[in-house]
């Protein structure tokens, strides 16, 4: 057991090696560091290569389509695999590989192929599908573990609703996600730039109503 | 003039005695555990040492976020939106008065059940059993699978195995008993008598421990109905109880609060205002509530009954044979004066009793005929044949299981061995069962012996209904899916039968063509059948006085057993939070004890926490013998030792484990390994009934210690030594009480302005906090408050408010946001017992704002004092500069690792962990939904829309929250009363919580000569 000073200075010098063990770690990632609970930047690889800028930006497809409960909840929901379907029931490829497949087939004199984009693949392969759309026997369905970008901390009550009926757009918190091809958090998402916002439009408004946002500590941490 | 002196107010015979509570108990807020100066690297160095190291390592881990997955619904169902919850009406299925409830259901799972404002039963009111019920469905005790032979099986396997062996009962004529608790639901009672028809030699058995088929048995001697009446306490001007604890236990107590609190409106005309007289032995809820409290012991309230009778006899010109009648044991001016109130209110009294004995319940039956209350203050409309226990057939089921006549034995919902005398003799007789079939969801005392186990739902998971009495059904559907491979007892009993049915039609058939079913789910209750009224007459010849008092031997004591608020028979005895709500009375939490007289104790030689042995007079044999903590109950009768049921289950070994895992932690549970000692060895038989009371039983020392929980003493609100003044009183005024007379007379509470005199003290931040929008605040009603703890557990479970176990409480450190105050006081040499309950008072001028270094806890621009977890560093100084004494701090990380326990958190509250400090926040949680519900709308929030957990719930409707800038609020109107007040007014915090005071239908002369 140790005792007294001479303990003490003992286990002082092995954890100050420590700490200069950390400090060189700590050195190599400069460049990526930031404060705790900051993941600004923060751009994760999905399961499946989904891109914003398709089908937000090119196609137009409003965000609240497939993020359907923005509107009425604390959550703006991450759509459910069915939602895909809705369209990929039918669109399996991009149209370029599918008009070129097209061509080719009317060359060489064939019936076209189904052509199935490895991406959308991993979508049937959720659903067990087999190539006619239907399911494959004795094999389980599993749904998408896509990767959360915008993590809130679990003492923040942060909710998609109030702000979405506010008239808040989306892009104020997430950046030009309709230009994304990965997405990733472009504010930092602290809470003195919700704060800072609030008082904001306290002052001007926004879209030219005067709104109320509070800026009570229990509006948020409860 | 006389100087009147105040009242005199105290939470401990401690306190009464050396008017304060000694250190360190009271006196230290936060008892430290003293650091052991043997080890070598004390804490403080070894924290600054490991500083630079560890935050070294928490910068470097700094620079990578945790990933975190957001996993959708393959498919999405309908009606499902994540984050917003859904509510199904549903009945509650704690106990057999079956409430009406809203099951909350948040992404799946059912997190809170909420009274059902509209149902005909509860409007809206909930107990504490059946708030904590939620977690029963999350009991990692539950079973997941049927068992055969204590082994798990499949439904089939289980199935066709019964199957081949009722098919061999069947053919050769043998006996098959089914034995269950009171059956309430018409569709079980057909599936029950469908399943025993298919038998040539069966039998459906019930019994209740706290049974009421006394008053059924009464009511088929004197009407001819074998009914159990509707009381209506809210149609009585006069309630007189004979040990009917009917505001927490009795029959319903939902909604005899709800009805008794609304015959007592003292700031509504005079005549609105009940008088209500109890006689009892030991101190119920009932009895801190009412008017007069007369201590009777159980052997005696016969004859009190006899003479109470007598005299309105001899008034309503009926007779009654009074000869031999032993004298009046209780003051007869009292009597007197109870029946003239009685006399003058014929029509327009009730008189209940709650006794197991048909004699006495005949005789209140004569009193309420005499009274002419039957058709007014209670009726026998009751369409439900609802009661039919019969304890004989109990005691002759066992002899014939004993001699091993029995071919096969089904038991559901209840637990013979651990509930009957005896349970030795009992589990021996089972086992010679040839086959043994139990439902029960768990294993326990009776279903490890079974066969097979054949796990039911939960009731929250399965369809049923429920007999209201009135005519109407209350429904039960599945509010969420069944978490286990169990199974409805219904469907269970239909393959027993030959043929599967589904619960849902099952059910549904029994009411077919008689309600509406979507509307019926959809409300969950449904008006099926008119009920004709009764026009049974009373038969004079039945009644009987009860003439001789049980002469109990000098040297031995009443036994009182009685159901605790939390517990009741010891259906609540897996709940953890239902072990830790204080008992309204005792403030106990974790333990069963006996409770004795202060006289009684002395005299015994006895004092709190000794083991005492109680034995019954006849057996005296150790068997029967417990061993149980004393504790010294003020206004318990001398002749009485009373004991709570429903302790030292099994089951409740499963709590050695619980809170926090620490070096200086000791153990939670008693010798026997468990929480509390069972009394149900002094059950006894007694002309064919089980009696819970009346026994003569010894009581003597056993030189032994049994340190109980007790929270009475804590968070006490005192003038510290060091700033008193000789001969001042340091208590503080906390409860008020008046007299009704005097109120009516004053308008105000006779101490209004007490510890008011002073000059007038100044706003402190009225520049920084206008309230120009809502200002929240909360009323609550003292007088309506019975302490019956359903808010405390509404709470613990809205909030998230963790479980501490034993060991934590007794260093002060329940966590209850909510408290509920107990205070004695002097009457008479009988004492009055007071409830308050007790939570954040949301001061305008909050001193624990001023004192936090870091800002956690600051104030908001409606009045609500936010406490940001997030921020908090614990420095604890908010709750030293608390004057109320309710923020809680977190010691520990209580233990979470119950991950099916979890599932029942609130995920709209923070889960707080370890370090940082508490308290009730107003259920800001619901004040941020409803205004986001309103501003969604473009409307503003209305008087209503926001009701805290403990509002909600309240039976007596007690707490009312609203906002107090709002002149036509409810809570502004009740602070405008003349019987508000708001605690330590002189300290110029400003709570935003207000309190009515206490009015009491009493003489005022009385009261005034005796504290003059």
């Known amino acids: ?139 389980q369905q599993s749904p998408i573990e896509w990767i959360k970008v915008h993590n809130l901390p679990d003492y923040v009550y942060f909710n998609h609703s109030t702000h979405v009926t506010a008239g808040v757009a989306c892009q104020k918190c997430h950046g030009a996600v309709e230009t994304m091809e990965r997405v990733s958090q472009v504010e930092d998402l602290s809470m003195g730039w919700c704060v800072n916002c609030h008082r904001d439009v306290n002052r001007v408004g926004l879209g030219g109503k005067s709104v109320d946002a509070s800026l009570d500590c229990a509006a948020c941490h409860y | 003039m006389v100087q009147k002196k105040p009242k005199d107010y105290w939470k401990s015979l401690q306190q009464r005695d050396d008017g304060t509570i000694a250190l360190p108990v009271a006196g230290d807020e936060f008892v430290e555990v003293p650091q052991d100066e043997r080890r070598g690297v004390s804490r403080r160095d070894f924290l600054a040492a490991a500083g630079f190291t560890f935050g070294s390592m928490a910068l470097t881990g700094c620079t990578r976020a945790p990933v975190e997955k957001a996993i959708p619904y393959l498919v999405q169902p309908e009606a499902i939106i994540p984050g917003r919850a859904t509510y199904y009406a549903s009945t509650c299925g704690a106990c057999s008065a079956g409430c009406g409830i809203l099951a909350k259901n948040r992404d799946g799972r059912t997190i809170k059940l909420e009274g059902n404002p509209d149902h005909p039963i509860s409007r809206g009111g909930l107990c504490a059993i059946g708030q904590a019920s939620v977690l029963g469905l999350y009991d990692s005790n539950r079973l997941r699978n049927s068992l055969h032979k204590n082994a798990p099986s499949t439904w089939a396997e289980s199935d066709s195995q019964i199957a081949a062996r009722l098919d061999v009962i069947r053919s050769n004529k043998g006996a098959v008993r089914v034995l269950t608790g009171p059956i309430t639901s018409p569709t079980a009672r057909r599936a029950v008598d469908s399943f025993v028809k298919t038998f040539p030699d069966a039998q459906h058995i019930t019994y209740d421990v706290l049974s009421s088929a006394a008053i059924v048995q009464a009511h088929e001697r004197t009407h001819e109905r074998r009914v159990l009446p509707r009381y209506r306490f809210d149609k009585a001007e006069v309630i007189v109880s004979f040990d009917a ?32 007289a109890q006689f009892e032995g030991r101190v119920s809820v009932t009895g801190a509530k009412a008017d007069r409290r007369v201590r009777v012991a159980p052997g005696e309230a016969g004859v009190v009954m006899s003479h109470l009778a007598s005299r309105l006899a001899q008034r309503a010109g009926e007779a009654l044979d009074t000869t031999g009648l032993a004298p009046c044991p209780i003051d007869s001016h009292v009597l007197d004066d109870v029946a003239n ?22 005789l209140c039956n004569f009193l309420n005929h005499l009274l002419g209350n039957y058709g007014q203050s209670l009726d026998l409309e009751d369409s439900a044949d609802r009661i039919c226990h019969d304890d004989e057939a109990v005691q002759s089921l066992i002899q014939e299981l004993a001699s091993g006549s029995v071919a096969a034995l089904f038991v559901h919902g209840v637990n013979p061995v651990y509930d009957l005398p005896n349970g030795a003799a009992v589990e021996n007789a089972i086992s010679k069962a040839h086959m043994f079939v139990s439902l029960a969801d768990r294993v326990d005392e009776t279903s490890k012996l079974a066969t097979f186990v054949c796990p039911d739902h939960h009731f929250l998971e399965a369809w049923g209904d429920h007999d209201v009495g009135d005519g109407s059904i209350s429904f039960f559907q599945p509010t969420m899916r069944p978490l286990h491979d169990t199974r409805s007892m219904l469907e269970s009993l239909s393959i027993w039968s030959g043929k599967l049915r589904l619960a849902q039609d099952l059910v549904r058939e029994t009411t077919q063509g008689r309600v509406l079913w979507d509307e019926a789910i959809h409300n969950g209750f449904a008006k099926a059948t008119s009920v004709a009224v009764a026009t049974a007459s009373f038969r004079s010849g039945s009644v009987k006085a009860v003439l001789g008092i049980e002469q109990v031997p000098a040297d031995k004591l009443t036994l009182v057993l009685y159901p605790k608020v939390s517990m009741l028979d010891g259906r609540g005895a897996s709940n953890p939070w239902l072990q830790e709500m204080p008992d309204p009375i005792s403030k106990v939490v974790w333990d069963n004890y006996a409770s004795l007289s202060e006289a009684t104790a002395a005299r015994l030689n006895v004092g709190a926490g000794d083991v005492v042995r109680i034995g019954l007079s006849e057996a005296d044999g150790a068997a029967n013998a417990l061993e149980l903590p004393v504790l010294i109950q003020p206004g318990q009768h001398d002749q009485v030792v009373a004991i709570a049921l429903g302790y030292g289950k099994e089951e409740s070994a499963r709590f050695a484990k619980l809170g926090p895992q620490w070096i200086e932690r000791k153990e939670l549970l008693g010798e026997n390994g468990l929480v509390g000692t069972s009394a149900a060895g002094l059950l006894s038989y007694r002309d064919g009934t089980l009696r819970l009371s009346g026994a003569s039983v010894t009581v003597s020392a056993t030189r032994r210690k049994h340190q109980l929980a007790c929270t009475q003493d804590y968070h006490n609100i005192e003038v510290p030594e060091s700033l008193t003044v000789l001969g001042m009183d340091r208590r503080r005024p906390m409860v008020q009480e008046t007299t009704l007379a005097g109120y009516k007379r004053d308008g105000k509470l006779p101490q209004h302005g007490h510890g008011t005199h002073h000059p007038d003290l100044g706003e402190l931040w009225a520049d920084d906090h206008k309230y120009e929008g809502h200002h929240w605040g909360m009323a609550v009603d003292l007088t309506a408050c019975t302490g019956c703890s359903a808010c405390v557990v509404a709470c613990q479970i809205e909030n998230n408010v963790p479980v501490v176990g034993r060991d934590e409480v007794q260093r002060k450190r329940i966590m209850h946001w909510l408290r509920i105050d107990r205070y004695y006081c002097d009457n008479d040499g009988d004492v009055d017992v007071l409830h308050q309950p007790m939570m954040c008072q949301h001061c305008d001028h909050a001193p624990c704002e001023t004192v936090c270094p870091v800002l956690a806890t600051v104030h908001g621009e409606e009045g609500l004092n936010q406490q940001a977890y997030n921020r908090c560093v614990g420095t604890r100084y908010c709750a030293n500069n608390c004057p109320y004494k309710v923020r809680r701090f977190n010691w520990f990380e209580y233990a979470r690792d119950d991950t099916l326990a979890n599932q029942a958190l609130n995920p709209d509250v923070t889960v707080r962990s370890r370090g940082v400090m508490e308290k009730c926040s107003f259920c800001v ?88």
């Not at chain 1, 600004?40 to 999905?46: C, I, L, S, T």
């Open chain 1, 1 to 139: 057991m140790l005792t007294g000073k001479k303990g003490l200075r003992n286990l002082t010098a092995v954890l100050l090696i420590g700490a200069a063990f950390n400090a060189a770690l700590l050195a190599t990632r400069l460049g990526a560091f930031h404060l705790p609970g900051n993941h600004q930047g923060y751009a994760p690889k999905q399961p499946i290569a989904y891109s914003h800028r398709l089908h937000a930006g090119e196609l137009l497809i409003d965000c609240q389509y497939c993020h359907y409960s923005a509107s009425t909840s604390r959550h703006a929901g991450i759509p459910a695999a069915s939602v895909c379907m809705n369209c990929h029931k039918f669109v399996t490829d991009t149209l370029g590989s599918v008009r070129a497949e097209d061509e080719k087939a009317e060359e060489e004199g064939r019936k076209p192929r189904r052509m199935v984009s490895p991406e959308l693949q991993k979508l049937y392969d959720a659903f067990a599908l087999d190539e006619e759309m239907k399911p494959k026997p004795g094999e």
């Open chain 2, 245 to 276: 604890d009917f505001l927490g236990t009795w029959i319903s107590p939902v909604a005899f609060a709800m009805d008794w609190s609304a015959g007592r409106r003292a700031d509504a005309a005079p005549d609105q205002f009940s008088y209500h």
């Open chain 2, 925 to 1012: 949680q619901r004040i941020e939904a409803a205004r986001l519900e309103s501003k969604q709308q473009g409307r503003s929030i209305a008087d209503g829309d926001i009701q805290p957990a403990c509002q909600q719930s309240c039976p007596a409707r007690a707490i009312v929250f609203g906002d107090m800038n709002d002149p036509e609020s409810a809570v502004s109107k009740l602070m405008a009363r003349g019987r508000h007040y708001r605690l330590l007014e002189e300290t110029n915090v400003r709570p935003s919580v207000g309190y009515l005071g206490l009015v009491r239908n009493r003489d005022e002369n009385k009261d005034q000569s005796h504290h003059g």
């Open chain 2, 341 to 362: 109130r009685l006399w003058h209110a014929r029509g327009k009294s009730l008189v209940v009793c709650g006794s197991q004995s048909a004699d006495e319940q005949v």
